[in-house]
């Protein structure tokens, strides 16, 4: 069951890097390409390694940037969305919100 489970929850971008690029696409207002391009840039990959789910289950796992299943000692949650502002440099809404609340901005 959590096989099947993690298949059909992952097609939603997060086994791969469609999270990360629509976010770019969102929040920056990119082109497709151009956001793949930059999600690319910040995770040191190449824009074809994006859509591999082996690699980037690693590259998620490395930056600690969230899995489509909750995974021992590793983020997620609020926890995922801080280290993904830090590796894309980018201010997530939700993360500054959550700052403000704990005094930490």
Not at 39 to 55: E, I, P, Q, T, Y
């Amino acid at each position: 069951m959590a096989v099947t489970h993690e298949v059909a929850t992952g097609m939603g971008g997060i086994r791969t890097a469609g999270d990360l690029v629509a976010r770019m696409q969102m929040l920056k207002g990119m082109k497709l390409k151009d956001a793949k391009e930059y999600v690319a840039g910040k995770l040191g990959v190449s824009v074809f390694d994006l859509s591999d789910s082996n690699m980037m289950k690693e590259i998620r796992e490395q930056l600690d940037i969230g899995h489509v299943l909750d995974r021992t000692k590793c983020a997620n949650g609020m926890e995922a969305k801080f280290n993904i502002a830090r590796v894309l440099d980018i201010e997530i809404n939700s993360v500054n919100r959550f700052k403000s609340k704990i005094h930490l901005v």
